[in-house]
């Protein structure tokens, strides 16, 4: 959920026919299916281990729920030993450390990046780990929870990436993503929404919610090393901070870690999160529903890196040097969830209705500000309770918010997953810039992870949070600006007018306001409004006066290919385009027309 359709984990697809059309599946599941129900890990780490059939007896195999099903024949033409594994297709991973550093001595460190390069984990052994993950599921099969470390597969995942102000350490040229090239996140945080510090300047900003190890430190690298143990991270960040020795200096070190039990693959709000990631084409085989894109979309230089068509005009291809090819630009975010007092909000806020206890009246509430159930069921699928049968992995994201007709009545425009991901839009004959065109464009691979203690019962009773937990948010784009985390979390979730009406919707006119879980107000007034949260009284805005979700810190990254990582360690020079093609407009903007608020 959070962060851009919140957090963690791997698949999601569109299916870029004209307008996305919806392959008109029944909402229903067909009177001969029978699915046994299933005891959900994360779906990242649900990779790990393993659905647990309820019924002992069930006979029939288990479906395979993870979110990237990588093809067993993917496309030749991509090198999948040249692009870091955790962009495609997602670390599997129970704990992850994120290693912040600066560089002391970028000779000594290129020499050193030699030797740790035969420890980076590339798509291709991602594959082979979750292979093995499958193979150790099917004979764990049955066994009570938690598993042994001995029957689980021992992990140890590497990735790396560079800050612009590490690029430049580095000598290393642009890979030519304008809002990147701007520089740390930190100048940028208050485009984003960040609350600013009394202390902040126009010339200065500084997020009131930032850490001070995050305002202050610099920032040139991020190391990644994800495992299905503490143990094994824990080795394996020994391992990579002695290779580089004192050519660096570790900064900051984030601890993540699925949260433990049958919360497992669920985020701090309690829903299950990792549910819809991007299928990319030629390389993932998409379950019924999920949205599909290009591969360029995510990683830079291949098939469908390019601008959308505007109008008459076809996509234009993001050009690139021949060494950002395979590389992407990862975005990091460190994201404060406010527990308690998101669960008090939902108390003191249910959704009243004939027949609904208070309880369900809560559960509803939460249900229609993020768009699904805690379960991880979309109420596009099921709007009025929760359902288990819609956690098929064949059903779950077969949805595209349209039957039986146009509008908000199932699921608000203003929920999380609609906001940060709208599947499909019915646009007017007259809008002059179209929305529909963009969406196969505008998809992120989230592999974030949370972070922090379990609520305390003390924050509990109290109904504020005194402990720091949330989420390590992590998104992977071709493009920063539009459409990747910057442009989303800009023009979408932080706009009160997107999504634009749709052609024959009954809700012209009422906006949609601003994101319940991640849109910022701007201003000195906080407040966030959102409508349509209450199926009964869709014109009616919900009123936030605080937000439940606040980034504590981040920065972006260019995550290398193998082949940049060689490269940097020789020595060699890994120049910027000569600056003759245009890039896109920076910012987290758009080109001129592109669809926003």
Request: net charge negative; charged share 25%.
């Amino acid at each position: 959920m959070l962060a851009l359709r919140s957090v963690s984990a791997a698949g999601r697809r569109y299916k870029p026919t004209a307008l996305l059309a919806f392959a008109a599946t029944p909402r229903t599941l067909p009177s001969s299916a029978v699915l046994p129900r299933y005891q959900f890990s994360s779906i990242r780490s649900r990779n790990m281990a393993q659905q647990t059939p309820i019924n002992d007896n069930l006979t029939q195999p288990l479906p395979d729920n993870r979110a990237i099903v990588p093809l067993e024949n993917p496309d030749p033409s991509i090198d999948l030993k040249n692009i870091q594994g955790d962009i495609y297709p997602t670390f599997p991973k129970k704990v992850e450390q994120f290693i912040f550093f600066s560089i002391a001595d970028p000779t000594v460190f290129r020499e050193k990046l030699g030797e740790f390069r035969k420890c980076i984990t590339t798509a291709a052994c991602v594959i082979k780990h979750l292979e093995d993950i499958e193979e150790a599921r099917k004979k764990n099969k049955g066994l009570p929870k938690p598993l042994p470390k001995d029957r689980m597969v021992k992990l140890s995942q590497y990735q790396i990436g560079f800050s612009l102000s590490g690029m430049n350490a580095l000598k290393v040229g642009s890979p030519n993503d304008p809002d990147f090239a701007l520089g740390s996140q930190k100048t940028q945080a208050l485009q984003l929404g960040d609350e600013p510090a009394p202390e902040s300047t126009s010339q200065n900003f500084v997020g009131k919610h930032w850490l001070k190890d995050w305002r202050e430190k610099q920032i040139d690298g991020v190391i990644l090393a994800a495992s299905e143990s503490t143990d094994t991270c824990e080795e394996a960040v020994t391992k990579a901070v002695e290779i580089f020795g004192s050519s660096i200096n570790v900064e900051i070190i984030e601890h993540g870690k699925v949260r433990p039990g049958p919360e497992e693959g669920h985020e701090h709000f309690g829903f299950l999160d990792g549910v819809s990631q991007p299928a990319l084409k030629g390389l993932v085989k998409p379950h019924a529903g999920q949205l599909e894109c290009e591969p360029g979309v995510i990683i830079m230089g291949l098939k469908g890196d390019e601008a959308p068509p505007q109008g008459t005009q076809p996509p234009v291809p993001h050009p690139r040097p021949d060494w950002a090819v395979g590389g992407s630009i990862m975005a990091f975010r460190k994201l404060h969830q406010r527990v308690p007092e998101f669960d008090k909000f939902l108390e003191d806020n249910p959704i009243k209705k004939h027949g609904l206890t208070h309880e369900e009246g809560v559960a509803l509430r939460g249900a229609r500000m993020v768009g699904r159930w805690k379960s991880g069921v979309p109420i596009d699928l099921s709007p009025e309770q929760d359902d288990p049968d819609f956690l098929d992995p064949e059903v779950i994201n077969n949805f595209r918010y349209h039957l039986p007709e146009p509008g908000q009545a199932r699921c608000p425009f203003s929920a999380h997953i609609r906001k940060t991901a709208p599947r499909e839009h019915l646009d007017k004959p007259t809008d002059r810039v179209k929305l529909a065109p963009v969406l196969p464009h505008a998809l992120i691979m989230r592999a974030g992870i949370p972070y922090g203690p379990e609520v305390y019962p003390a924050e509990r009773d109290a109904n504020k949070t005194s402990e720091d937990r949330g989420l390590l948010f992590v998104s992977y784009q071709s493009v920063l600006g539009f459409f990747g985390f910057n442009f989303i979390q800009r023009r979408w979730a932080n706009s009160p007018n997107f999504p634009p009406p749709e052609d024959n919707s009954f809700e012209i006119g009422v906006p949609a306001g601003l994101d319940p879980i991640i849109g910022n107000a701007t201003g000195p007034d906080r407040t966030r409004v959102s409508t349509g949260t209450d199926a009964t009284f869709l014109k009616d805005g919900l009123e936030m006066k605080e937000d439940f979700v606040v980034a504590e810190g981040g920065e972006y990254f260019f995550i290398p290919p193998l082949k940049a990582i060689d490269m940097i360690s020789r020595g060699e020079s890994l120049p910027s385009l000569p600056p003759t093609a245009a890039p896109a407009a920076p910012g987290g903007g758009a080109p001129a027309g592109a669809p926003s608020a």
